[in-house]
């Protein structure tokens, strides 16, 4: 259990004699979070802004910079008991103030300290942006004159009249995107990376996003706040404006703050829906593409960046204002490392005041969630790019894992043999992160870890079981009745071919006439007995061709089994080709036989470390049967056996939209028949099966990166 943090603290000496107070230019407001007062500290000059409780801004504005910090911390503590900040919090309280520039005090003011903290400041927020690719930003511009200008003429666009225009755009064009969702996303990502379409979306977006940061500006002016900073940010090192509208965290009404906060979303949403009713009008052609381009950048980009409170944009400040707490992500990165020092560490805790109701469940879910998915975006532009740019979205990816992964490791690993606050617990901190992480790398490394991939298949028919016509001809009869027990050669159908008969009785007339002339040719004419001989010889192979396709016209069954026919009332008078399947005979015993496809990336563990398979048929989900690996087609294929398998039928595999039959595959498949043990549960030919191979157990480290290797090859190869 931690231990509870001493009221008094050996480092008061340092700050107990000074005499502080706030600068002019810091404006103070009271606002309400959860229902909980709290008093916000504005910096004019910066326009950064500071939260403070009522126990630490009570000691705050008692600091009148004519009594002491000892003198305004004893009257305070006196007042507020129990509530009352422990020294060391206090300090804590004073540092953070200072390094803000909000605090002031009786001493002649250090220049040289002054400047140097201003560029230590300065270097910190360079550096943070270019370790983080989603939040690079070059300052540029004060748009606060221009922004007041056009005040007058488009404020009425961010209010309430504003609103109902917005929404009488997004609803009409929300129903004609649905009606051409298909034409619009048939094949999106060859028509996205084309080079004459990425250099049009280069000239459209940033304009885009220009007019969404004046949507922002805009309503923050509108609603009485100053923007004083507008620039550049490299958005996956896209060069793209931005706004500073970090005063609107002074409005009181939260709800004037989520309108600043939508407003650059709903700008961009209401070009896309222009853009919308301009390429539903049109005929295709360089007009349309523009429109489309125009909806592509001002629709995807704002709902998977914008919009997603995830990431540090304007969705994450409209979560931050809606639940009533401001600096969710860093409270909440905060409040994770409070927790590890608090309950593996042993250190006493440093937060000040306790959270407001609901909020912990926040923290714990934010900072990871938030975590994962900017990596996961990151990831998978890096993934996107390097399809068609390699070399782009190899420096991405390597950048989204330096600074997503490396240097926050790094920076926690520094913290934990360096941080001051850990002086007196650094053995045991130690000794638990090192040991936490040695302990993951066997577990990744060196410790077996159960291994397993799937598949599906159909329950298949072995070829013999098939009953295919012959030869071709017209079904004239069933000689054997749906249902009855065939054995191998017994007669299935009969059918009649009138031209096979004609061909039969001229082909066999030739051959009479042939064997009638050929005895006196012998005599008369031995050149022409040799002729007749080989045209002899040619009438009588045609006429045994024809007998066999005349033999064909019976159909026999090549396996035991009972006999069952699609539809066996339709079949006399039917037409029927060569090969053309009349029916099954099907096994008494029911399927044996499992065709399954295979995913090229699986392939390979189930040629080299298979140990067992279980198969689990559609109709009895909830029976696993014991099977083996009979049969392998040794070459991939890119047909399947069964359109079951393939998206459209339910099944795991992209179908090539140009493939009239419905089963040629995106990627390369492989065949392989297993066979179920006896006593399987009877399902229906054709049905659908779930195949489970159990392999030899490796490495959680070893399973990860086969993973991520199929995937780096799959996605650079495409």
């Known amino acids: 259990m931690a231990e509870a943090e001493p009221f008094l603290s050996a480092s008061w000496y340092r700050v107990r004699h000074l005499r502080l107070r706030l600068r002019e230019h810091a404006l103070v407001r009271l606002h309400r979070y959860r229902g909980a007062p709290w008093y916000v500290i504005t910096d004019a000059m910066s326009g950064k802004v500071h939260r403070l409780a009522p126990p630490a801004w009570a000691l705050v504005a008692a600091m009148d910079g004519t009594r002491t910090v000892d003198e305004v911390w004893t009257e305070i503590s006196a007042r507020q008991g129990e509530a009352a900040l422990g020294q060391d ?32 400041q300065a270097r910190q927020r360079m550096l943070q942006s270019f370790l983080n690719p989603m939040a690079l930003r070059l300052r540029l511009w004060n748009p606060d004159r221009f922004l007041t200008r056009l005040l007058p003429l488009v404020g009425w666009l961010f209010g309430r009249w504003g609103l109902v225009l917005w929404l009488a755009l997004i609803g009409p064009a929300l129903v004609l995107v649905l009606q051409h969702w298909p034409e619009l996303t048939a094949n999106l990502g060859d028509r996205v990376l084309a080079e004459g379409n990425i250099a049009l979306l280069l000239v459209l977006l940033p304009g885009i996003k220009f007019l969404h940061e004046l949507g922002h500006g805009f309503a923050v002016r509108r609603r009485g706040g100053a923007v004083h900073d507008m620039g550049l940010m490299f958005l996956v090192l896209l060069p793209l404006p931005y706004v500073d509208a970090s005063a609107s965290s002074g409005f009181r ?19 896309a829906a222009i853009a919308a009713f301009v390429w539903v009008a049109i005929e295709p052609g360089f007009a349309r593409a523009v429109a489309f381009n125009v909806m592509l950048a001002a629709g995807i980009t704002t709902l998977l960046f914008n919009a997603n409170p995830l990431l540090r944009y304007d969705g994450y400040y409209i979560l931050s204002d809606l639940i009533e707490i401001p600096n969710l992500a860093r409270r909440a990165t905060q409040y994770w490392g409070q927790l590890i020092e608090t309950h593996l560490f042993a250190t006493p805790p440093t937060q000040a005041h306790p959270d407001g109701p609901g909020e912990r469940a926040w923290f714990l879910f934010y900072a990871p969630a938030a ?14 790019l390097a399809s068609e740019y390699f070399t782009l979205g190899v420096i991405l990816a390597a950048w989204t894992l330096v600074t997503g992964v490396l240097l926050p490791v790094g920076k926690a690993l520094k913290h934990v043999v360096a941080s001051p606050r850990l002086r007196r617990h650094r053995a045991r901190a130690v000794a638990i992160t090192f040991g936490t992480i040695a302990a993951l790398a066997a577990l990744l490394l060196m410790v077996p870890a159960p291994l397993h991939t799937v598949a599906q298949g159909v329950v298949w028919l072995p070829e013999a079981a098939i009953v295919r016509a012959r030869a071709d001809g017209v079904v004239t009869r069933l000689l054997a009745t749906p249902g009855t027990l065939l054995s191998v050669g017994d007669a299935v159908s009969e059918s009649e071919d009138p031209f096979l008969r004609a061909r039969l009785a001229r082909i066999a007339g030739r051959v009479a006439e042939l064997e009638a002339r050929l005895p006196s040719e012998r005599f008369s004419n031995r050149v022409e007995a040799a002729i007749t001989e080989t045209e002899l010889a040619q009438a009588r192979a045609e006429l045994a061709h024809e007998q066999r396709r005349e033999a064909g016209l019976i159909a026999h069954s090549a396996a035991d089994g009972v006999l069952a026919v699609t539809r066996p009332r339709d079949l006399p008078g039917r037409y029927l080709r060569e090969g053309e399947v009349i029916g099954y005979a099907l096994p008494a015993e029911g399927p044996r036989i499992i065709r399954a496809a295979i995913p090229q990336d699986d392939i390979d563990l189930v040629r080299s470390s298979l140990r067992s398979v279980a198969v689990k048929l559609a109709g009895h989900l909830d029976q696993a049967v014991p099977a083996r690996l009979v049969r392998e087609v040794p070459s991939g294929r890119d047909e399947l056996p069964s359109k079951a398998l393939a998206t459209t039928g339910g099944g795991p595999f992209a179908i090539h939209p140009r493939d009239p039959n419905g089963i040629r595959t995106l990627e390369r498949v492989f065949q392989v028949d297993i066979e179920l043990a006896p006593g399987a549960p009877v399902d229906a030919f054709g049905g659908r099966a779930h195949v489970r191979f159990e392999h030899e157990w490796e490495p959680l480290g070893g399973q990860l990166w086969r993973r991520v290797r199929q995937l780096l090859l799959s996605r650079l190869q495409a």
Do not use: C, N
């Open 89 to 120: 919090q206090v300090i804590s309280l004073l540092g953070q103030l200072h390094a803000a520039d909000l605090l002031q005090g009786d001493a002649p003011p250090d220049t040289a300290e002054l400047f140097e903290r201003h560029e230590k």
């Open 253 to 271: 009404s939260r709800w004037d703050r989520i309108a600043v906060g939508a407003a650059g979303m709903m700008v961009e949403l209401g070009i």
């Open 371 to 384: 975590f994962i998915y900017r990596q996961l975006v990151m990831i998978g532009i890096a993934l996107f």
